[in-house]
């Protein structure tokens, strides 16, 4: 680091001919080789660690015509005026995944989240500061980030979207005021479909791109109230087709959640979690370890006055990092909706600076390899990752495979004391699971019934039936197994999953996982009346007898009255 620190340091305009380097700081190898890397990563793997992707899958089966086998006409219907938003994914099940196989379509799209990020993000960038840069390589990082290890498929696609649709704008911004809004309202109402807070990111960019290099736009009051004029103008062509669908929408988001408070981060650590969610995803010391290179890329720069700054989207950076900070970790039904914030900021921030435009041969060759390094080093990272977590998917098929078809599954998990999870625990991302929907697994592969399928009234157009919408939620967690056991337990998880009241008679099997680590709450007990059918280590299969007496064996010594906070 420090023979790196001093070339940076070096005088960069000794070079012979330092615009003649400049025209050759060719990034576009490297992003090519990162996509293919990409691909192949896509292609292993068909259920990479990822939180909610497994969910989205199984739904995405449905869509693309599971939805006809049984038993799954009798539990499911799909109606689309349910929801107008956050279904990218799900129109393309609909309509493509029949033709190309939901499998191809899965990885097509999880690839599409993964690149498409930092693939708009260049775009951007060589479009602002006039053609390929080394600094585009960095960007590369931002590929991996919370909300893609959340599976969170139609915001990254959504993400890299609006991007793409401000690289076009932006050349669009000279032609016609009425060419410009038409358009505008064309790419809200595409995102509107894909992402809600994909429309956002793409209306805050616009904005920081009105406001120009060097804020020269309000050099007079009759150029500020132009400026008024255009960004009154792009909030509207961007915030009507939204609004229009909004009210005329049957549902909207969150409409099925009773209580409608918000959970915040309301403590340093939580706050300084929430915008580590830009960068962080299986272990957070190895995400700055990677980082620390395209950290010291930007100080160098800074100091040697080599960077050049887009004013207007520094604004846009302040704003998407206030509601990093302001906005709720959770409300109205929506999860992680603060970790949003921070990718969009950290996006836009690599976009608005262009650090080492001018630059000699031998600090050229550094910078390329310092940032091919920490891109490629950090891609193989998450690639080993995911070769991990296929010993969790192979451990949850092999159970699956002694479920018969219409049987319905009531999922639990060992719960390990948070103390208990280490950095590098196999099946979890920065202590938090990725594996709580690898039982949704057994609705394409077993033709099971499992009630955390993703079917929430304004996100998703899949509608659980009324004979079974008492053994299911539109979006659920898994719970301790000690709820079978603990009655302080199952009084407070009811609450939450009212399918647990009398699960005997609602459940054939139960599918715990996490199995081959001890649950802080009751260890390895189950209740009486199930019998363990196999054990596959992270996955078990217990059969629930569904005749076995009410009056259950004393309650574990080790039963809390409630969860563990």
Request: glycine share 6%.
């Amino acid at each position: 680091m420090a023979n790196l620190d001093r070339v940076f340091s070096a005088e960069v305009h000794k070079a012979e001919k330092p615009q003649e380097v400049a025209a050759h700081q060719a990034s576009t190898a490297p992003l090519l080789a990162f996509m293919a890397l990409a691909a192949i990563l896509v292609a292993l793997f068909k259920f990479p660690p990822l939180l909610d992707y497994a969910n989205h899958y199984a739904r995405m089966w449905l869509l693309a015509g599971g939805i006809k086998e049984a038993p799954f006409p009798e539990i499911y219907a799909i109606e689309w005026n349910r929801t107008f938003t956050n279904v990218g994914i799900d129109l393309l099940a609909r309509f493509i995944g029949p033709v190309v196989g939901v499998s191809l379509l899965a990885r097509v799209l999880l690839f599409l989240a993964i690149v498409l990020p930092p693939l708009g993000a260049i775009m951007l960038h060589r479009r602002l500061f006039g053609g390929s840069h080394y600094w585009q390589i960095g960007m590369l990082y931002l590929a991996w980030c919370a909300t893609l290890i959340g599976g969170f498929i139609n915001f990254q696609i959504g993400l890299g979207l609006a991007l793409l649709f401000a690289t076009v704008d932006y050349r669009l911004e000279s032609g016609s005021a009425v060419r410009l809004f038409l358009w505008r309202v064309a790419v809200s109402l595409l995102l509107t479909v894909v992402h809600i807070f994909s429309v956002g990111f793409f209306l805050a960019i616009v904005c920081g791109l009105e406001f120009s290099w060097r804020f020269d736009v309000l050099n007079s009051r009759r150029a500020t109230l132009r400026l008024a004029g255009r960004l009154m103008a792009a909030m509207i062509a961007c915030l009507l087709p939204p609004a229009a669908l909004a009210l005329t929408a049957v549902d909207l988001p969150g409409s099925q959640v009773g209580d409608i408070l918000a959970v915040w981060n309301d403590s340093p650590v939580l706050l300084v979690s929430n915008l580590l969610s830009a960068i962080w995803t299986y272990v957070a010391f190895v995400d700055v370890i990677f980082l620390v290179p395209i950290l010291l890329v930007c100080s160098r720069a800074l100091a040697g006055k080599n960077l050049r700054v887009h004013a207007g989207l520094v604004v846009t950076a302040a704003g998407l990092l206030a509601l990093s900070i302001l906005s709720p970790l959770h409300a109205f039904g929506t999860g992680w909706i603060s970790w949003r914030f921070p990718i969009m900021a950290a996006l836009v921030g690599m976009v608005m600076i262009c650090p080492f435009q001018k630059i000699g041969r031998r600090q050229a060759v550094i910078l390329f390899l310092v940032l091919n390094v920490a891109i490629f080093g950090r891609t193989l990272w998450i690639g080993y990752n995911w070769w991990r977590g296929q010993a969790d998917v192979a451990s949850v098929e092999k159970v699956l495979e002694a479920v018969p078809a219409g049987a319905a599954i009531l999922p639990l998990q060992h719960e390990p004391a948070l103390g208990d999870i280490k950095p590098d625990q196999r099946h979890y991302a920065f202590s938090q699971d990725t594996f709580r929907h690898l039982p949704t697994m057994a609705v394409p592969l077993a033709h099971a019934f499992v009630p955390t399928l993703f079917s929430a009234r304004g996100k998703q157009p899949l509608a659980v039936l009324p004979a079974w919408s008492e053994k299911s939620v539109p979006e659920g967690n898994l719970f301790s197994t000690g709820v079978l056991s603990c009655p302080g337990l199952m009084a407070e998880a009811t609450s939450f999953t009212p399918y647990l009241v009398d699960w005997r008679s609602k459940f054939d099997f139960i599918l715990v996982v996490n199995a081959d680590v001890v649950d802080q709450n009751v260890g390895d007990v189950m209740p009486a009346g199930t019998s363990l059918v196999e054990d596959a280590g992270f996955a078990r299969l217990y059969a629930i007898d569904p005749n076995a007496p009410l009056t259950q064996a004393a309650v574990p010594i080790s039963c809390p009255d409630s969860f563990h906070s």
